[in-house]
C-alpha cells in the first residue's frame, strides 16, 4: 500500500522519463535564454563601444579646434611683436649714438675717475704718513 501509487503503478521509472523529456526541453529552453541574453550583452557593449567612439572623436576635434585657435593667436601675436619691433627698432636707429652709449660712457668715466680718485688718495695718505 505504500509503495503503490493511486494509479497502482509500483514502478517509477515511467514518470521519470516522461520528467527527462520536460527537462530536456527546458535545457533548450535554457540555452536559447543564454543564447539571447549573450547577444542581448554583445549588443550593448557595441553600443557602448560606439558611443565611447564618438565621444572619443569629438574630443579629438575639440583638441584639434583649440590648436587651430592657439596657432591663429601665436600667429597673430608674432605679427604684433614685429610691429613692435619694427616701432621700437625705429626708435632705436633715432637714438643710436646718443642715449644709450653716451650713459656707458658717462658711467664708464665716472667708474674710471672715481677709480683714480681713490688711487690718488691713496697716494695722499701714503705720502703724508711717511
Given at each position: 500500500?505504500?509503495?503503490?501509487?493511486?494509479?497502482?503503478?509500483?514502478?517509477?521509472?515511467?514518470?521519470?522519463?516522461?520528467?527527462?523529456?520536460?527537462?530536456?526541453?527546458?535545457?533548450?529552453?535554457?540555452?536559447?535564454?543564454?543564447?539571447?541574453?549573450?547577444?542581448?550583452?554583445?549588443?550593448?557593449?557595441?553600443?557602448?563601444?560606439?558611443?565611447?567612439?564618438?565621444?572619443?572623436?569629438?574630443?579629438?576635434?575639440?583638441?584639434?579646434?583649440?590648436?587651430?585657435?592657439?596657432?591663429?593667436?601665436?600667429?597673430?601675436?608674432?605679427?604684433?611683436t614685429k610691429e613692435r619691433t619694427k616701432r621700437w627698432g625705429r626708435n632705436n636707429e633715432r637714438n643710436k649714438g646718443t642715449k644709450k652709449e653716451t650713459?656707458?660712457?658717462?658711467?664708464?668715466?665716472?667708474?674710471?675717475?672715481?677709480?683714480?680718485?681713490?688711487?690718488?688718495?691713496?697716494?695722499?695718505?701714503?705720502?703724508?704718513?711717511?
Open positions: 500500500m505504500y509503495g503503490e501509487d493511486l494509479n497502482g503503478d509500483d514502478d517509477d521509472s515511467d514518470d521519470d522519463d516522461s520528467d527527462d523529456d520536460d527537462n530536456d526541453d527546458d535545457d533548450d529552453d535554457d540555452d536559447e535564454r543564454k543564447k539571447a541574453s549573450k547577444q542581448a550583452r554583445k549588443k550593448e557593449r557595441k553600443k557602448e563601444r560606439k558611443k565611447e567612439r564618438k565621444k572619443e572623436i569629438e574630443r579629438n576635434r575639440k583638441k584639434q579646434r583649440n590648436k587651430e585657435r592657439n596657432r591663429e593667436r601665436q600667429k597673430v601675436s608674432e605679427k604684433e650713459r656707458y660712457k658717462i658711467k664708464k668715466g665716472k667708474f674710471d675717475r672715481l677709480k683714480n680718485k681713490g688711487k690718488l688718495l691713496k697716494k695722499q695718505i701714503i705720502g703724508e704718513k711717511a
